[in-house]
């Protein structure tokens, strides 16, 4: 056992659905303390989904730290300071600087490419601890145990289920099935996510490395262009010559009927039709778009639906439900899948931190992470839609809010702004501690147990 658990301790078998950012983030951390779990992902294949590119911020960058895997992180990403905004003719719109995040927390932001984190965090997991092509189709609590039930007809059961399965769990849809039936689901949890925008994502691999001069620059350049129907486009430099795009779309409400659930797969299939109607619009680093589609290879260009919706069930009996599963944010902010992979930080504290697996103790786990969560995440939830409308909105209200932000924000103002924003800070319970190095308060550690008491009140 390792020197995180004791011999004598009961420890409870964790089944996770689901191996995106936040599965795979909960099973590094349990893979550290020798607790059992197994991860169902319901893909034929492992791949990271979602928008091309991430931001990592000071609100959880210290745990990569606590791992030993900062240097390895800092390998993958560049440090952003700025984003830089124009409209459809390339004049620009406006910056916005981010180096207020370092003051306040002490790092800066970085930005990778989403598959350089996924791999990152899935060689902390064992090839043998995922199953692919797990489907689930049920879940169900009998004799002290719950259990899932695929659609391959194969069955298991353990002590803790969570559901990291996506914005459409089955793990989710599952349990709300069952709560419903009894009468104890809110209305709210039935209520559809509300899809904002339609986008195409992709990572390029320029073979002609001069063409873009961003690319031998040791920080990232996020360059966006806006036009006047409703369509935005971007490109971001990340190390290994690579550029993160989108084109997207923001919809209206009519257009975005019918659209739920067509996003319930991510998959490397694009959108010929959408990318023929950005192919010939200026890339913001010079050239058309089409180009920086031509250098993308096909497995590396999905189609995203951007939706939101906040639910008020995370959990009940022995199932839990973690990122996008229970909030589902847009990208503006980039805190959807830091806040997915803070849910899997919480709930490892606490399973460290329990006393036995009876269902007495495992409510009390997940009452807690609810209590710890919930809060902080709606915060980043109505930022992320903040941002959004600041980033992507084309509404006349949208335009003169992007125009004032960009143009008249003081930079006090914006650098006390991320010192709120970023105060909380969870990190592992069972390691020393980073300390403060910013500016900005951090909100006291919990979950701490008593021997490291003394150290969390000098943090």
Request: a neutral charge; glycine letters at 8%.
């Amino acid at each position: 056992m390792s020197e995180h658990t004791s011999a004598d301790k009961p420890v409870p078998m964790v089944l996770i659905v689901g191996a995106g950012l936040g599965g795979l983030t909960l099973a590094m951390l349990l893979e550290r303390i020798n607790i059992p779990y197994h991860i169902f992902e319901r893909a034929t294949e492992l791949k990271p989904l979602g928008i091309s590119a991430m931001a990592l911020a000071g609100n959880i960058l210290p745990i990569f730290e606590q791992l030993g895997l900062y240097e390895d992180l800092m390998q993958i990403s560049h440090p952003y300071p700025e984003m830089d905004l124009y409209n459809a003719n390339l004049k620009k719109l406006g910056s916005m600087s981010l180096m207020g995040h370092k003051i306040a927390t002490g790092y800066d932001y970085r930005l990778l490419s989403r598959p350089k984190l996924y791999e990152l965090l899935l060689r902390q997991v064992p090839a043998d601890k995922i199953s692919l092509k797990k489907r689930i189709l049920r879940t169900e609590e009998k004799d002290d145990r719950v259990h899932i039930y695929c659609a391959d007809n194969t069955t298991y059961e353990g002590d803790v289920l969570v559901g990291a399965d996506g914005a459409y769990s089955g793990v989710r849809q599952s349990l709300y099935k069952r709560l419903d039936e009894q009468g104890i689901l809110p209305k709210k949890d039935l209520e559809n996510f509300s899809i904002a925008y339609s986008t195409i994502v992709g990572v390029a691999e320029p073979k002609d490395l001069e063409k873009y001069s961003q690319l031998k620059e040791k920080h990232s350049f996020f360059s966006q262009a806006l036009d006047q129907s409703n369509r935005n486009w971007y490109v971001i430099n990340v190390p290994n010559n690579q550029i993160c795009w989108g084109v997207g779309v923001q919809l209206t409400q009519e257009q975005a009927k019918g659209q739920h659930f067509r996003n319930s797969e991510w998959g490397p299939e694009a959108n010929e039709a959408m990318m023929k109607e950005f192919q010939d619009l200026p890339c913001p680093w010079g050239g058309k778009m089409g180009d920086i589609f031509d250098a993308t290879p096909k497995n590396l260009i999905s189609k995203v639906y951007l939706e939101e919706k906040m639910f008020k069930t995370w959990h009940y009996g022995r199932t839990v439900l973690l990122g996008d599963a229970c909030h589902k944010m847009l990208p503006g902010a980039g805190q959807g899948a830091i806040n997915a992979m803070q849910d899997a930080i919480i709930i490892a504290n606490g399973i460290y931190n329990m006393k036995d697996t009876s269902r007495g103790s495992i409510t009390a786990l997940f009452e807690d992470y609810y209590r710890q969560r919930y809060h902080h995440v709606e915060e980043r939830f109505k930022n992320s839609a903040l941002m959004s409308k600041i980033m992507h909105g084309q509404a006349w209200t949208e335009r003169l809010l992007r125009h004032v932000v960009l143009n008249y924000l003081p930079y006090w103002m914006l650098k006390e702004q991320f010192a709120k924003d970023f105060e909380y800070r969870p990190q592992i319970a069972w390691l020393p501690l980073i300390k403060n190095r910013g500016t900005g308060n951090v909100l006291p550690q919990e979950g701490r147990r008593k021997k490291f008491a003394a150290e969390a009140a000098t943090v």
